[in-house]
C-alpha cells in the first residue's frame, strides 16, 4: 500500500533521492543503505531497482541534482557581473557558503562520498557546470587587466573552489564561532580579496 501511495503522489525516484539526501545529512554518505532510502520514501525494499542500479547508482543521483542546483546558484549569484564584477564574483562565495548549509546532504554527496565523477558522464557534466561558472566569472574579472597579466583562470576558480570548500569543511560545520570567532562568510571574503590583490586585480 504505502508503494502505490508513493506512486500515486509523486516520483518515485525524485522521492528516494531526497530520502537519500537526508539520510546521508544524518548518518553520513557511508552509512546509509538502500533498504532504509527505500522506508524512509515509504515504498518496499526492491522498489529502488526500479530507477537505480545499486546504491552507488543512487548516490550519483543526488551528487548530481546537487551540481546542478549548486551551478544554478552560483550562476544566479554572479548574474553576468552585474553591477560590478568583483562584487559579484564575492557573491559566489556566499552561494558557496548557502549550498553548503541549505542543502548538506547534497553537498555532502557530491564531495565527500568518493564516487567517481568521471566514470559518469552525466555527473562529469553537472560538475563542470558548477566550474564552469567559476572559470567564466574569473574570466569577466580579469578581462579589464592587459592580457599579459591575466593569470589563468581555471587556476583562479579551482584556487577560489578550495578555499570555499576549506572556509565549509573547517569553519562551516558545528555550533557557531566553535573554531574562530570569525563568520565563515567574512572568512572567506577576506580571503578572496586578499588573493585578488596578490594578483594585481585589486589595488
Known sequence: MAERKTYHHGNLRQALVEATAALIEEQG???????????????????????FKGREDLLEEVAG???IEFAGRLEAAFDGGNPRALTAF???GQAYLDFARDRPGYYMAMF???????GNADLAAASERAQRALVDAAEVLF??????????VRMVANHV???SHGVVELFGRGKPGSRSPVAPAEMLESGVIVYLRGLGLID
Open 90 to 92: 564575492l557573491r559566489m
Open 65 to 67: 541534482q546537487g551540481f
Open 112 to 118: 565527500e562520498s568518493g564516487i567517481s565523477i568521471a
Open 161 to 163: 573552489w578550495a578555499m
Open 143 to 152: 578581462e579589464r587587466l592587459p592580457a599579459d597579466r591575466r593569470p589563468p
Open 29 to 51: 554518505p557511508q552509512a546509509f543503505t538502500l533498504t532504509e532510502a527505500a522506508r524512509r520514501a515509504g515504498v518496499s525494499a526492491a522498489a529502488p531497482y526500479r530507477h
